[in-house]
């Protein structure tokens, strides 16, 4: 059974890759050092992968900045503002499109960023023209290949397939069909797959849209691509990779295809089996995705293994190949590394290096005889022992919990009235003017911010001090927004670094790694806590501060929350229960911080989710219960509120198109949304589909160091006030403004509190 991976995370276990692409960009490395740490980052991963016993190493999975630009800069695909006159790109070009870096003739826009897939990975998106050609003008995965080759490995060339290309991109101006131009892209694939196939005995093609609903006429245009790139590869055999869900339901578009092997995420779908192996073409491998790619936990060898005897059964043993489920990029590097996790919790854990090691642990143990080698016999004994301890585990389960989500009552999804009775109370509590203005949560974190938190970490400060540091931020916070005339304030999350860590480190059933880090986008990674017990709140979470920026003013205080499903969405969730169930809990501990910052005198409390949309299924027909339940467990944290108590929620960066009826049947009494680089194009969808509550969205980009002027605000918020009557508009930034600074905050929210103060006048002069 050949063992392959199907891609390493790429930033480096010290996250090499992040500091010199920090460095890059400010100047103090050359492109050849860049290089350099590059290509050692890529021997070095060949070298874990292969020492862990993979046969077939991935190249083209690294990528400085993401590989769906590299692919778009491999194949000139290159959008007409860039001004580039053709042929290969250069390295000012490859950061103008990845960053938005000003050139010769300006300031360019990058390319947009959005989520892969299910993940919380952002690529950067292509942009094709309805005649774009494409032409092979790069050679980076080929040299890639070659670095791999020389250095003795027998590398296996992992690139995004056509379709997938083509899907993931967007039209430069009006919509068209992209999948019209497979027959233009196709050369340019053949011949870089012919190339590969010099150095490379197998090549895969990624292409997770298999899992998605591709639409019926894509069949035979899909069946035909494929098959003219296994001719092209030729002698290489061609992998035909879906990670991320199931193909169960596109069998069609493989079945009996002639290529070499088909590779399918048995972690998202494991039913998909033998469905998918009776697909195949007589002389097509499966590669069984058996080894969670997406999470750290240790795969349950025994479970794995039977799977294995399955397919062999089915296929015989000749015919299968063994993988992650997909590329480890959304997993941390080397479980060795950490040093601080609890070791019982360690032992049930998995990082990349260890899930290679899984995968030739399975591959040895299904061979012939292979469990009875001892050191394969012993490797399982192993992991059964730390799978029984795990199960065992009294840490896991914790019988209030289980008795109270058991408890959960109809009742407690349901505000005590509806927002039609709600409103005027909370007006009458809160008396606020028309369109009232207020931020999303956090204010610049400023170095003195960042620094005197980490100095808290390290220790350096004791915690009396710290907290007195925290209490001045807030307490600058509330006079700056008093001075700037804001209705609704913040305390600002001076004490927060990452909005669900912050959450996490307060709750039970998490735990956190110290290197556990994982590329967002680009050189920016994150450190996503890890679940794995029952979650409960053993004390209040943010009432000190939120109390005590209330004090300070007349004005009403925002508490801020983060909500379950983003909690859940931006953690490494347990798999030894459904996420419902995790997220169910989390929904619990949110709900009794509300009712605490509510019974402390917070009479506005808002709950973040960023993340709801993220965490949907592959497939559009799987949304309506995922949403179904992400929305009652964000009821069920809110719910608890009285009438008078003004419920906020807030969710950036997502299409709302199709899912305005969910969004209204959260029933949060206000929203915020990003609306400004659309300008106000979602607050369409939420006209369109009369939702029935107050939104606020959002006046500016908070994405950008420019400050917006008052006449354009107005001008937003004008376009806002034709889609959304007045009386349930709010003025508010897109988002959260940490990554900004006070210089260009501080004149953006005095404009921003202009435009509404006009818009209100006139309004009133209308009598409104
Ligand atoms: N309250 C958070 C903040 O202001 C929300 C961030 C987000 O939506 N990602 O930072
Ligand atoms: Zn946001």
């Not at 959008?79 to 070009?93: I, K, M, N, Q, S």
């Not at 107005?714 to 709010?730: M, V």
Request: aromatic share 6%; with cysteine; proline share 7%.
């Amino acid at each position: 059974m050949i063992t392959h991976s199907l891609g390493f995370p790429r930033m480096g276990l010290a996250r090499e890759l992040k500091t010199a692409l920090e460095a890059r960009f400010a100047g103090t490395l050359d492109a050849a050092g860049l290089a350099r740490v590059a290509a050692d980052l890529r021997l070095r991963h060949w070298r874990l992968q292969a020492a862990a016993g993979i046969d077939l190493v991935p190249v083209g999975d690294f990528s400085l900045y993401d590989h769906m630009l590299d692919l778009a800069v491999l194949f000139g695909v290159v959008p007409a503002r860039y001004g580039h006159a053709g042929g290969p790109a250069d390295e000012a070009l490859y950061w103008r499109m990845a960053r938005g870096e000003a050139g010769t003739d300006g300031r360019v826009t990058a390319l947009e960023m959005t989520k892969w897939f299910d993940t919380n990975y952002h690529y950067l998106v292509p942009e094709f023209e309805p005649d774009q050609s494409f032409a092979l003008v790069g050679t980076t995965i080929l040299d890639e290949a070659a670095q791999a080759r020389a250095a003795g490995f027998t590398p296996k060339a992992v690139l995004p397939g056509p379709v997938t290309f083509l899907m993931l991109g967007a039209c430069a101006g009006e919509p068209f069909d992209r999948l019209a131009l497979l027959p233009r892209l196709l050369p340019a694939y053949s011949q870089l797959l012919a190339k590969l196939a010099e150095t490379c005995p197998w090549i895969e093609l990624d292409e997770p849209v298999l899992c998605q609903d591709l639409p019926a006429d894509a069949l035979a245009p899909c069946r035909a691509a494929w098959t003219a790139l296994a001719e092209a590869a030729a002698p290489a055999r061609l992998l035909l990779a879906a990670p991320y869900g199931s193909l169960a339901h596109n069998l069609d578009f493989v079945r009996d295809l002639p290529v070499g092997a088909l590779h399918i995420d048995l972690v998202r779908d494991p039913s998909q089996l033998a469905l998918a192996a009776k697909a195949l073409a007589p002389e097509t491998a499966l590669s069984l995705g058996l080894i969670d790619g997406r999470n750290i936990w240790r795969v349950d060898a025994a479970a794995a293994l039977s799977r294995i005897a399955l397919a062999a059964e089915r296929l015989g043993p000749r015919r299968l190949m063994l993988a992650p489920s997909c590329s480890l990029l959304h997993c941390p590097v080397d479980l060795e590394a950490e040093t601080d996790l609890d070791p019982e919790i360690q032992s049930w854990m998995a990082f990349a290096v260890q899930k290679c090691r899984e995968v030739r642990l399975l591959a040895d143990a299904a061979a012939p005889s292979g469990a009875g080698r001892p050191e394969v016999a012993d490797a399982l004994a192993e992991n059964r022992r730390a799978w029984e301890s795990r199960r065992a585990s009294p840490r896991l389960a914790d019988a209030a919990v289980r008795r109270r989500t058991a408890a959960v009552s109809q009742d407690m999804f349901h505000r005590p009235a509806a927002f039609a009775a709600r409103a005027p109370l909370q007006a009458e509590a809160l008396q606020l003017p028309l369109i009232p203005t207020t931020t999303i949560g956090s204010f610049p974190q400023t170095p003195e911010i960042r620094q005197t938190r980490a100095k808290f970490r390290r220790g350096e400060l004791a915690a009396a001090a710290y907290e007195a540091f925290v209490r001045g931020q807030v307490a600058e916070a509330v006079a700056r927004q008093e001075a700037l005339g804001l209705d609704v304030l913040v305390h600002g999350e001076p004490e927060r670094n990452d909005m669900v860590e912050f959450f996490g480190e307060k709750l039970a059933g998490f735990c956190f790694t110290r290197n556990g880090w994982v590329q967002s986008y680009g050189s920016r990674c994150v450190k996503p806590p890890v679940i794995y017990g029952d979650v409960s709140r053993p004390g209040p979470m943010t009432i000190g501060l939120a109390v005590f920026a209330q004090s300070l003013t007349d004005k009403p205080v925002k508490g801020m929350l983060t909500g379950p499903s983003t909690i859940l969405a931006w953690s490494f969730v347990r798999d030894d229960q459904p996420r419902e169930v995790t997220r169910r809990q989390i929904a619990l501990a949110v709900r009794d911080e509300v009712a605490d910052l509510e019974a402390q005198g917070i009479r506005v409390i808002q709950i973040d989710e960023p993340g709801l949309r993220e965490g949907l299924p592959l497939r559009r027909r799987d949304w309506e219960t995922s949403l179904a339940l992400a929305v009652d467990d964000f009821r069920l944290a809110a719910a608890v509120a009285k009438a008078e108590t003004q419920i906020h929620t807030h969710m950036c960066y997502a299409d709302f198109d199709e899912i305005v009826p969910e969004v209204a049947a959260m029933d949060a009494d206000v929203i915020s949304v990003e609306a400004s680089r659309s300008r106000m194009a979602p607050l369409a969808a939420f006209a369109r589909d009369g939702y029935p509550n107050a939104i606020g969205p959002g006046l500016y980009d908070i994405h950008s160091p420019r400050v917006p002027s008052a006449e354009e605000m107005e001008d937003l918020l004008r376009r806002a006030a034709a889609l959304i009557d007045p009386a349930r508009l709010w003025a508010n930034p897109d988002c959260g403004l940490k990554t900004r600074a006070w210089d260009e905050v501080t004149p953006s929210l005095a404009n921003m509190v202009a435009a509404a103060r006009r818009l209100r006048a006139q309004l009133a002069g209308q009598g409104l």
